[in-house]
């Protein structure tokens, strides 16, 4: 949703840039670790308390974090993908199902 008195500028910048950089910092966290910031985040956010550039800050704080456990979590699925032979002898792959 754009709120009518927003600046251009504003109201169509991407709410996630897929081409954002990882800061340093959260680069460096574990996926828990990583996941626990982004949830104390979600609940900060949640109580809508506190000054609306903390909540910007925070909020673009937590898409970093949620990029960064999203690319965590596409890395361990690459490494337990299944290496599987046809019965033509064809090698290929399958993915591990995670349920």
Same mark, same amino acid.
């Given at each position: ?31 828990? !670790? @990583?996941? =626990?910031?982004?949830? +104390? &985040? ?7 308390? $506190?000054?609306?550039?903390?909540? %910007? ?17 596409? !890395? @361990?699925? =690459?490494?337990?993908? +299944? &290496? ?7 090698? $290929?792959?399958?993915?591990?199902? %995670?349920?």
């Amino acid at each position: 949703m754009v709120l009518p008195d927003m600046p251009p500028s504003v109201a169509h910048r991407s709410a996630e840039p897929s081409s954002a950089a990882i800061p340093p910092d959260i680069a460096a966290l574990s996926f828990e !670790d @990583a996941l =626990a910031e982004l949830e +104390r &985040i979600v609940r900060q956010l949640e109580e809508g308390r $506190g000054k609306l550039d903390d909540a %910007i800050s925070s909020y673009e704080r937590g898409t970093a974090l949620k990029r960064h456990c999203e690319m965590k979590l596409r !890395d @361990a699925q =690459a490494k337990i993908d +299944r &290496i599987t032979v046809s019965a033509d002898g064809t090698l $290929g792959t399958e993915s591990a199902r %995670i349920d």
